[in-house]
């Protein structure tokens, strides 16, 4: 076996990204409760809006990235794809969480309920528990190469429901309304800024928290590499 790179020391471009990251979402709480202006009907709870519309948009980046290198990996077994893949399912699963607990305290002061099966709501929780059930699928059923191909099926599956997620209002309707884009009833100046500058820091974020889990199973798959190459060097010896 070749040489693995197993050192822990983080790289000077993340640790930079990391503190821009940082000083972006603290300008972004700023902008959220001090610079976007109190809407008049929904009030302070109106400002869940501004991480809830980006933890959307960071979900699918990271569902995307998942997809897209557990493709990769079924066609070239890479064990850099590999780690990216359960880099992009765990960290989009925290976004998917961010959506469905934001989601039900905006619903319960817009529509009067907690929930209800509207059907972005219902199609967001579908892709939830498909990247749960890969999540899951790479916990516990250990590090062989067909639950890997498994799982990466599965990521491959699960990205098929972002585009119905992202569409489901125009198709269906449902409880959401449109706020932005065509038909929507648009913002206040002030709100879009605050609006963008937010996507800007989800972005930040979410390349962050990707770069760092993946970096880190990579490190874990060299670990274990070193591990087996030990135990196989260790039965030789008593052999």
Known sequence: MGKRDVTTKPPIGWTIFAILTA??????????????PVELQMGI??????????SAYAMYVAFIVSAVASGIYLVKRSPRADAWAVAGAEVGMIFCAMILISGPLWARKAWGVWWTWDPRLTTTLLAGMIFAAYLALRSSGGTGEVEKRFAAGLAVLGVLDLPIIHYSVQRWRGQHPTVI???????????????????????????????????????????????????????????
């Open 181 to 239: 884009g065509k038909g929507g009833g648009g913002l206040h100046p002030d709100m879009t800024t605050t609006l963008l500058f937010s996507f800007l820091a989800f972005t930040f974020l979410v390349i962050l928290l990707l770069w760092t889990r993946a970096r880190l199973q990579s490190q874990l798959a060299a670990v274990q590499e070193v591990e087996l190459e030990a135990a196989h060097r260790g039965l030789l010896e008593d052999a």
């Open 45 to 54: 709870v109106q400002k869940i809006f501004y991480v809830h519309v980006p």
């Open 23 to 36: 000083l972006t979402m603290f300008a972004d709480l700023w902008a959220i409760f001090f610079f976007a």
